[in-house]
């Protein structure tokens, strides 16, 4: 497998990287724009699922009502290609736990069912998410085919599809000219690696179907100052 990306052994890993840069290497620190925030009145339509999809308060656990991009430091979780409830019921417990530390959850696409999507809004922080092949006109009509967001002053994008793993990293540095990560799903393969543009690519594989992968798995990251530290999970518990 060309780059980063290999086949999980560990509960936890940094995967390297099939460039100079590290993993963890310092992102450069951009201004901040005027920060997203929550939906307001008189907003319709598209434009407020929209907003209500990229911000959501967390309520009572003593947080700020600050949007996160506003944060220099915070967690996230990366996970994609859930099928539920197609190939489990609910999302394990571990990933349900991981969703309830992290200030940001980012999925890549097939949910496949709403009520996915809104027991996700409803537990956690924050959710940026796409719409996936699987996925019906209900997502579609809730979720964007790309999201863009500035995390802490790093450009993120998502997406489902990139393509065949062949040619993915200057398909995607191409198309992403002005990001610094992509999150993408679809393969449910487990990636990392880096484009010769210094563009990151990262699959979190599934939580719930591993295919021929031999775990189930999901990412998380740790975003400070810029720095962006990953790490790629297998699921211990049962769904």
Same mark, same amino acid.
């Given at each position: 497998m060309?780059?980063?990306a290999?086949?999980l052994g560990?509960?936890?890993?940094t995967?390297?990287?099939?460039?100079a840069r590290?993993?963890?290497h310092?992102?450069h620190i951009?201004?901040?724009?005027?920060?997203?925030?929550?939906?307001q009145r008189?907003?319709?339509?598209?434009r407020?699922?929209?907003v209500?999809?990229?911000?959501k308060?967390?309520?009572?656990?003593?947080?700020s009502p600050?949007?996160?991009s506003?944060l220099?430091?915070?967690r996230?979780?990366i996970?994609s290609?859930?099928h539920?409830?197609?190939?489990?019921r609910?999302?394990?417990?571990?990933?349900?736990?991981?969703?309830?530390? !992290?200030? #940001?959850v980012?999925?890549? %696409?097939?949910?496949?069912?709403?009520?996915?999507?809104?027991? /996700?809004? +409803?537990? *956690? !922080?924050? #959710?940026i998410?796409?719409y %996936?092949?699987?996925?019906?006109?209900?997502?579609?009509e809730? /979720?964007? +085919?790309v *999201?863009?967001?500035?995390?802490?002053?790093?450009?993120?994008?998502i997406?489902?599809?990139t393509?065949?793993?062949?040619?993915?990293?200057?398909?995607c540095?191409?198309?992403?000219?002005?990001v610094?990560?992509?999150?993408?799903?679809?393969?449910?393969i487990?990636?990392?690696?880096h484009?010769?543009?210094?563009?990151?690519?990262?699959?979190?594989?599934?939580?719930t179907?591993?295919r021929r992968?031999?775990h189930?798995?999901y990412?998380t990251?740790?975003?400070?100052?810029?720095?962006?530290d990953?790490?790629?999970h297998?699921?211990?518990?049962?769904?």
């Amino acid at each position: 497998m060309r780059g980063g990306a290999r086949r999980l052994g560990f509960t936890a890993i940094t995967l390297p990287s099939r460039t100079a840069r590290s993993p963890g290497h310092t992102w450069h620190i951009r201004p901040e724009g005027k920060a997203l925030g929550p939906p307001q009145r008189g907003m319709t339509g598209n434009r407020r699922a929209s907003v209500a999809n990229t911000w959501k308060n967390r309520s009572g656990r003593g947080r700020s009502p600050r949007p996160p991009s506003t944060l220099r430091t915070m967690r996230l979780l990366i996970i994609s290609d859930t099928h539920l409830p197609r190939r489990a019921r609910d999302l394990p417990t571990q990933v349900w736990k991981e969703v309830d530390h !992290a200030d #940001v959850v980012i999925h890549a %696409g097939d949910w496949c069912d709403l009520d996915s999507l809104l027991s /996700l809004q +409803e537990r *956690a !922080a924050r #959710v940026i998410g796409v719409y %996936g092949n699987n996925d019906g006109p209900e997502l579609r009509e809730r /979720l964007p +085919e790309v *999201a863009r967001e500035d995390l802490g002053g790093v450009r993120f994008a998502i997406v489902h599809e990139t393509g065949p793993a062949k040619g993915r990293e200057s398909r995607c540095a191409k198309r992403f000219p002005d990001v610094d990560v992509l999150v993408f799903g679809h393969s449910h393969i487990p990636w990392d690696t880096h484009t010769n543009t210094g563009l990151r690519l990262l699959n979190p594989g599934s939580p719930t179907e591993r295919r021929r992968q031999p775990h189930h798995t999901y990412m998380t990251a740790q975003l400070e100052d810029g720095r962006l530290d990953v790490r790629l999970h297998r699921v211990e518990t049962s769904h």
